[in-house]
Every structure is written in structure tokens, then in C-alpha cells.
């Protein structure tokens, strides 16, 4: 039990009067009601969000249990309010019914209290810098959860769900995310997902899982910026001749499938034009990490004097924030498993990602 400065224990209640001012600073006041006109329903907007952010960070390992401690606080919060529901049952489906128009209006909300409150740290070098990177979570096995979420078969596994996310690396605040199946599903399919939600110029940050053709053309395309660390298995060119002015840090990303190539056909020459797209033309940075190793990072920024290779160094180090984000969810609040055994009751089955929200980030 925590305890004040003079050595009293403190109490759960002691605690509502922050947690009613913080979900007032944190909701947003129109859209989601704390009140119905009709009487019979017991679950409205405001009180499925808070009851839904309570369970997320209650350290509970049932979902009763976490229900359960998260409608006793809501309670706490608002004595006077006419009371939800008692049962987790009831919450279930009142909170399937009304996830996407929650989770929509909440993510776009949410994106611009984080703009207000990064406005200090916004910009990181004079670049808006936002990392990704995705993780697994385990799902109870059931066979309604294996067919929904499907297997990975490695080490007799269960099922599995992949959760990709966007952060601001300025601020270190969740930015947006996307979910779904560990079958037929990818970092890279759910990145695509979130393009949009990026606001121009931004720089994405990323690891070597994130280096496809298709997926870094999509954000050059859209006016982005990439720093992203690349492995072995990335062929890149040079000396094509094919940007304006080649330097020593020039290089192209042109697999041969773009070039109108293909590796069955022993790389034969394409006889038309069908089929063949133009290469990347990226800024290849080598680089050494603490142990000596060679770090190799690719950026669509050319010209150096607006990002220097210490710079960049120093910058790409910055997406370390995300995997402390990761083992704080997973091992320090201990959420490393979706709870359900019921498929449309678990994150990613009703709503894959939140960035299908319409709302443009600015």
C-alpha cells in the first residue's frame, strides 16, 4: 500500500480527484458523453473509455479482475453519476459495439495533445522525428483464437497477434498504431497503414525489417524523410548515373523484380519497359557502433550539411525509446498476453488499426 511523505497510508480514494482532472485533460469534452438521456443504457461513450484505459493499466491477470478494479475506480471518480453495469459481460459487448468510433476519436485526439504537449521537444535537430517497430503478443489457445490470429509453428507457439507503432521520439508519446493476425500480416503491411498519420517532412526512423523497395518509395512519395539501418541482405548499387550529381555516399535501392528482372530468367535484360520502376536514390552512412561493429544506415537526406553523419548517428540512437516502451508494457506492467479467448473481444480482431481515422495529422 503506497504511503504520504508523513508515513499515513494512503488509499485508492485519495487518488480519484487526479484521476477524474487527468481523464478531463486527457478525453476530449465533445463526442464522448458521461451522460445518456435514455435511461436504460448503463454504458455510455465516456465511461467504456475509462473503464477500458483502467483495465489497461491495472496490474490484474484476469480480465474479471481488471474489470472489476477498473469500474470500482470509475465509480470512485463520479459517486454521484448513475453506475455502469456490474457485469464484464455487459461491458464486452457494449465496448465491441462501440470500439471504432471510440478508438478513432480518441487516437486523433490524443495526436494533438501530444503535439501540444511536445511543443518544446517537437522538432529533434530541426527534424520532426517519429520511430516504428512492431512486437508479437501472446493470445490464449483456443481454437476460435488460432483461426482468427493464426500460428507462427515455431516451438509449438499459440496464437499470436502483431502490434506495430508509431512514436514521437521527441516526446517518447505513442503516435499511432495497428494491429492484426501474425498471418498475413507484416511490420512493413502495417507501417503502410499508417503513412498517412506522418505529418510532412517528418523523418521516420526504423530498423533493417522496414527496408523494402515499395515501403520506402510509398514514404518518399508522400514528401517524408528515412533514416533506417540496413542489413546484408539489401543489395545497393552505385555508379548508376542515374541521380543528378553522385557522390561518395550515393547509392541506389533497385531490386531486380523493379528493373524489369527477374532472378529465374538469370537476370536477363527486360525487352520493354513493363513492369520497371526508377531506383532510390539514398545516401549510404557507415558508421561503428560501441563494440566496434559496422552500422550501416541509409537515408533519402543527400546533402550533408542538413544531416551530418554524427548527426544522423546520434539521431537514429533516439529509436532506442521504443523498445524501452515494450519491455515497460510487457515486463514492467506485465502485459505481454491478450487475455480473451474470445476473438471479437480481443485487440485487432473488430478494429485493426486505429489509422483508419480520417482525421490528417498536422
Known sequence: MPRRRNGASSSPQSYYPQLRDAMSQFLPHQGLPLLCGDGRVRWTSRMLAMVAIFMAWSPGRTLIDRFTAARQTTVGIYPTRKRPGQSHEGFSKSLATHTAAI???????????????????????????FGVDGSTFQCPRTVANETAFGVTGKNNSGPQQLLTCLFHVGSGLLWGWARGGIQGSSERSQLRQ?????????????????????????LLERGNHVLIRVGANVTLLTKLGYA???????????????????????????????????????????????????????????DKSKLSDRTAERMYCLRWGIEVMWRSLKQTMGHHKVLSGTPPRSPGTRLQTEAGSTTPAH
Open 103 to 129: 478508438i478513432a476519436m480518441l487516437a486523433d485526439h490524443w495526436r494533438c495533445r501530444a503535439r501540444q504537449i511536445a511543443s518544446g521537444c517537437w522538432a529533434v535537430q530541426g527534424w520532426v522525428l
Open 194 to 218: 499508417m503513412l498517412h498519420l506522418l505529418p510532412a517532412n517528418a523523418m521516420l526512423l526504423a530498423d533493417a525489417g522496414f527496408s523494402g523497395y515499395e515501403l520506402l518509395r510509398s
Open 244 to 302: 543528378f550529381k553522385e557522390h561518395k555516399q550515393t547509392v541506389y535501392l533497385w531490386p531486380l523484380s523493379k528493373q524489369g528482372r527477374h532472378r529465374g530468367r538469370k537476370g536477363k535484360m527486360p525487352k520493354g519497359l513493363k513492369g520497371v520502376k526508377p531506383p532510390l536514390v539514398l545516401r549510404l552512412i557507415r558508421l561503428k557502433d560501441a563494440k566496434g561493429r559496422p552500422v550501416c544506415l541509409l537515408t533519402s537526406v543527400m
